[in-house]
């Protein structure tokens, strides 16, 4: 069974950086592309980051792209996701994501969620 547990999230100042882990457990995930994604106070769901854990390929939204990274640490089964310059406006409920079918914008290609993790950008 497929798990997924987010962790890192917190309370930062505008400018400031934080670190989400999403530790993955439950199968190899050779095959599997892992992605960010976060919904806002009264927002849907969007896209923020994801990657091929194979290949190490990875794709990000416009608004945060040159600010966050993603990365994967086959070691530790971990995804991670360094958001660096943060802003108001990225304050959001951040969720992990695991699917197979290649790395996706669309929440719709993921099949597993995790439970997310709080980030709240202070002004």
């Known amino acids: 069974q497929v798990r997924l547990v987010e962790s890192g999230g917190g309370l930062v100042q505008a400018g400031g950086s934080l670190r989400l882990s999403c530790a993955a457990s439950g199968r190899a995930f050779g095959n599997y592309a892992l992605g960010w994604f976060r919904q806002g106070p009264g927002k849907e769901r969007i896209f923020v980051a994801a990657?091929?854990?194979?290949?190490?390929?990875?794709e990000y939204a416009d608004s945060t792209k040159g600010r966050f990274t993603i990365s994967r640490d086959n070691a530790k089964s971990t995804v991670d996701l360094q958001m660096n310059s943060l802003k108001p406006e990225d304050t959001a409920v951040y969720y992990c994501a695991a699917g197979m079918d290649g790395v996706s914008r669309n929440s719709d290609r993921y099949d597993y969620w995790g439970q997310g993790t709080r980030v709240t950008v202070s002004s």
């Open positions: 990657i091929n854990w194979g290949s190490g390929n990875a």
